[in-house]
Every structure is written in structure tokens, then in C-alpha cells.
């Protein structure tokens, strides 16, 4: 691995503003060998829009002109609804010839095939016209077992979120800083040195980019955006604060594995058919625990068959509630099974931004110090977050699946009480160790 920017002259570097980072603020810190410095400031996330859910829309079969105005204004509420990506939709096929048959026709019948994963054989389509897609449902619905839109599956926000609930103002902003690894059980009276030795975290993100916390060796790449522009810096951060090992950019899992499935591109934006790939692929490559410190408002039903593969193997999902101060959680920390996470402050209180919506277990997510990247140059940071309080909650499942313990009976048995209510925080906050 190489040292970003000379490690023997301090490889922080201290810049002039504070990075928008995945739904959360990033301040940047500098000035030493150790990164010591002020803080420069934090920006407030902007805010996610609360998307409706798509319901799968098995065999079309239409009579008349009256039945087939109906079925194309069904058709556009499913695959159009709000928040979709304009003119794409995802089709599950419910056999692999009914797959190869679409694959062949497509192109003739108006339809671009931009992705496809044979495995649940799915496609994401492109259409300038719904009338297109229509015809397809008309001529060939009984080979298609779910049609769904394709949603925005994001790090940066977008505008117009769900209605935030009523909360106390200046609660939930006390920063934890360089106490997070003792406020969870973690500090430095504990040796933590092989927690995590033999499991593999997949990060399910914007890519994990070389930096000094993360060993030589370390990280293996998945690239399924491959478009030759820089990581954005949401993924190494995560990937840190699971297995990084140094000062001021400690994981909770230091010799675990990281496989880095890079599905968001340099602006940090996915979609749902990519964050299915990207799980379907952590689990190709044998991931016991999938972090998604991403998210969306829309329910695509390719993103929850993946969730559901990798349930059945017995793999732990762990997700992000989100930022949007709201009283749901996004998908996929929505789907059942998942472990899903809040944020909460060093006070023990809801985070001032987090969801809440009934999440497994909440973490610490105000004021968290990490790695990042940026431009081939490695920095420290200090952020806040859902994303972090998942990625944190990672790297404790890879510890207890190290120790050969039950990652969801320990977090839950271990979770320390706090202010929170279940509601905000399910079991409490994230703890190992003796409370």
C-alpha cells in the first residue's frame, strides 16, 4: 500500500472545506503526524425523498381498448411512480429460456437491455416510451414474474424528505470523538488485534480506495460500475470504521477482510438494480456479512429477492436506517431480517438526524472519526451518521462471527440501555464487552 503523500511529513492534509459526503457531513481534520487538529466545520445533510413501494405486476392479459388504457396507467404507477428513475424498469423472468427469448427481441421491440443478473434473471431496461413496455407485458406478461421501477440508491441525499417526526431541538448532537471505541466496549484496554480473523465484510458502497488504516492486503475489489473515475470517499471511510487500525481511523474488526463492491459511481449514486448485483456478488465471493451503509425510499423487488439469498445462506445484512429525521426506516434496513441501525449521540440519545422506525439496535453515529479518501490522497475525517453506526455494527458481527458466537443474540443481549426508546434504538446502543 502506498503512504499518501509521505508518511514521514504527516500524510493529512488539511483542506479548505468540508466535504458532502453520503448523506452525512464530513469535517476534515489535519495538522500532525497523528492527524491532530481542529475541526473545520460539519454540513448538514440535505434530506431523502420517501418513495412509494412497488408491488410486483405478474401475467398481463387485456381486452379492449378501455382494459388496455387501465393497464398502461397501472403500468406507469408501478414502474413511474414517484421518485423512479425516469424510463427504466426492472423485469424478473420466471424461467432462464423466457429470459434469453426477451434478450433476443429487446433491441427490435424499442427496449435497451443497459444490465443484467442471470442469476435472478433479471434486466434493467431503458424505454423512451411506455407504450414499448406495454406491448412487451401484452405479447410476453406470462413469462415475467415481477416488473418493478428502479430506484436511486444513494450515499449523497436528495430533496424532499419523508415527514421528519417532532423531536426536543438540541438533543442528540453530542459528538463521541476519540471515546467511540470506549463508549462501546472497545477501548484500548481491550485487545481487539483479532477480531474479525477469518471473516470476510463486504462493503457495499462507493469503492474502498487505498489508504494507511487498511493493511497491505487487506482489501479485495469488485467493480461493477468500472468507469475508470475516482472512488468517492463514502466507501473507504466505511471500510475503516470496520476493520481500520490506526490512530484516528480505528475499525471495530481489525484482521477481518473487506471485499469492496463498488456499485455507486464518483457522485456516490447507484440504483436498486445495482445494490442487487452488488449483494449477489459479495455473496459469489463468500462474504459472511454484507454492509450497505447506502440507501433508498422505494422497495424494489430485485433488491429484496438478493436480501433474500443472502438471508437463506445464513450471511448477516447489515443497514443503514438513514438520515432523514424520520419515523421509517429506508430499504434495504426495512426488509425483515436485516439488521438495521440507527444513530445515536454520546449522550445515548437519538441522533438529530437519524430515522428511527423500530431498528434492530442503534450506534454511534455524531461525531465519528474514520479514514477517507479523496483524489488518490488519504485523509482523517469526522462525520456523522447512519452510515457509521451500520458500519460499526459490521465490524462487532464480524468479531462475534470470529469468536464463533450468534451475531444477533449478542448484539441484542449486549446493547447498553440509554435515553433512546425502542422505537429509535431497538435494544439499545451498540456495546461488546462488560457494560
Known amino acids: 500500500m502506498r503512504e499518501e503523500g509521505g508518511k514521514s511529513k504527516g500524510w493529512i492534509i488539511v483542506l479548505s472545506a468540508a466535504l458532502v459526503v453520503g448523506a452525512l457531513g464530513w469535517a476534515m481534520v489535519g495538522g500532525g503526524e497523528r492527524g491532530g487538529g481542529s475541526e473545520m466545520g460539519k454540513v448538514k445533510s440535505e434530506k431523502v425523498m420517501r418513495l412509494q413501494e412497488v408491488t410486483p405486476l405478474g401475467p398481463v392479459v387485456v381486452k379492449g381498448e378501455t382494459e388496455k388504457a387501465a393497464a398502461l396507467k397501472e403500468l406507469e404507477k408501478k414502474v413511474q411512480g414517484k421518485g ?21 427481441r429487446a433491441a427490435a421491440e424499442g427496449l435497451v437491455v443497459t444490465g443484467r443478473l442471470d442469476k435472478l434473471r433479471t434486466v434493467r431496461v431503458a424505454y423512451d416510451s411506455l407504450d414499448k413496455l406495454q406491448q412487451e407485458l401484452l405479447a410476453h406478461g406470462a413469462d415475467i414474474s415481477t416488473i418493478g421501477a428502479n430506484f436511486p440508491v444513494i450515499t449523497p441525499s436528495i430533496p424532499s424528505p419523508p415527514t421528519p417526526e417532532q423531536r426536543a431541538g438540541g438533543v442528540g448532537t453530542a459528538p463521541f470523538g476519540d ?3 470506549s463508549a462501546i466496549g472497545a477501548g484500548a484496554d481491550v485487545d481487539r488485534s483479532q477480531w474479525g480473523s477469518g471473516i470476510t465484510v463486504a462493503v457495499v458502497d462507493s469503492g474502498v480506495a487505498q489508504h494507511p488504516s487498511l493493511a497491505e492486503g487487506q482489501v479485495t475489489h469488485i467493480d461493477l ?22 490512530d484516528g481511523a480505528q475499525g471495530l474488526a481489525p484482521a477481518a477482510k473487506i471485499l469492496d463492491v463498488r456499485i455507486a459511481n464518483a457522485n456516490g449514486t447507484s440504483d436498486s438494480f445495482q445494490l442487487a448485483r452488488g ?3 459479495a455473496l459469489d465471493r463468500g462474504a459472511q456479512v454484507i454492509n450497505i451503509s447506502m440507501g433508498s425510499y422505494g422497495d424494489a423487488p430485485v433488491v ?6 443472502a438471508l437463506a445462506r445464513g450471511v448477516v445484512i447489515v443497514a443503514a436506517a438513514g438520515n432523514e429525521q424520520a419515523g421509517v426506516k429506508d430499504w434495504p434496513a426495512a426488509y425483515s431480517g436485516v439488521i438495521s441501525v440507527s444513530g445515536v449521540d454520546a449522550s445515548g440519545h437519538l441522533a438529530y438526524f437519524s430515522n428511527s422506525g423500530d431498528p434492530t439496535l442503534g450506534a454511534p453515529a455524531v461525531g465519528i472519526p474514520s479514514a477517507y479518501e479523496q483524489n488518490n490522497q488519504a485523509y482523517l475525517a469526522t462525520g456523522d451518521g447512519t ?3 451500520a458500519a460499526l455494527v459490521s465490524g462487532a458481527a464480524a468479531a462475534i462471527l470470529g469468536q464463533g458466537g450468534d451475531v444477533l443474540s449478542t448484539l ?24
Open 387 to 389: 452510515s457509521q453506526a
Open 84 to 104: 423512479a428513475i425516469p424510463h427504466q424498469a426492472v423485469l424478473t423472468f420466471s424461467n432462464s429460456a423466457a429470459m434469453a427469448d426477451f434478450l433476443k
Open 304 to 309: 429484496a429477492q438478493a436480501v433474500n439469498d
Open 412 to 435: 441484542s443481549k449486549s446493547a447498553k440501555l440509554i435515553p433512546a426508546d425502542q422505537h429509535q434504538a431497538g435494544a439499545g446502543m451498540l456495546h461488546l464487552g462488560t457494560k
Open 279 to 281: 449483494i449477489e456478488a
Open 225 to 246: 460500475v468500472n468507469d475508470g473515475q475516482p472512488f468517492e470517499g463514502h466507501g473507504t471511510a466505511i471500510a475503516s470504521l470496520i476493520s481500520g487500525n490506526m
Open 179 to 181: 471515546a467511540l471505541m
